[in-house]
């Protein structure tokens, strides 16, 4: 939760809070949720609402790395459509240039694909270098570009829900389970490290699960 300078109560030391338990701002936090209304931007006719999902991750990607390198953490995306501007953009603005459908993967004729892998795996870099994970929740009757982002969430092994709508029971539960601690919580656990030491005659392959390589090879 963030407060204002001056807002906050504190004694005038010069020392000033920006983030606090969620105990003390739950209340004002879900005041602010509830407050908020639809996008009011206008949409022209014919075209798709303007959306920089990847732009967006970057920065909170960036944000963390700053102030939490090293901490487990977990970057939590809500996404209602497509990226259709910047980094991570999987069609274009114009509604006549459809989505690309599993036909167009399949045959190579997703003109924006393999450029939005791309911005992931270097996104999938950096989160992995700062331990952090990303969850993703998608809400749209359009594509949202899961395939696209695939990649950053199997690495840093994140979670994926798709529901129909962010008003459905489905999604609800789902998103309130992450966040359940007790006998009700996923036993989430991240950032751990594995390290396998073989003589010279094992060779490793591979690893099964949600794993990235941390390049140290042996002999």
Known sequence: GFQKAGQTGFPSSGVTRFLLPASECEYTLNSLLDELGTDQWPVPP???SLRCTGVA??????????CSAGTPTRIVALVGGPCTEGPGAIVSKDMSDP???H???DKDAAPYFKKA???YEELAKQLIGQGHV???FASALDQVGVAEMKVIIERTGGLVVLAESFGHPVFKDSFKHVFE???QSLGLSFRGTLEIICSKDIKIQGIIGPCTSL???GP
């Open 46 to 48: 014919g075209s798709r």
């Open 57 to 66: 991750l970057s920065i909170a990607a960036g944000l963390l790395g700053a």
């Open 99 to 101: 989505v690309r459908s």
């Open 103 to 105: 036909k167009d993967l």
């Open 117 to 119: 892998v791309q911005f």
């Open 134 to 136: 990303l969850d993703l």
């Open 181 to 183: 601690d007790g006998e």
């Open 215 to 217: 390049e140290k090879k």
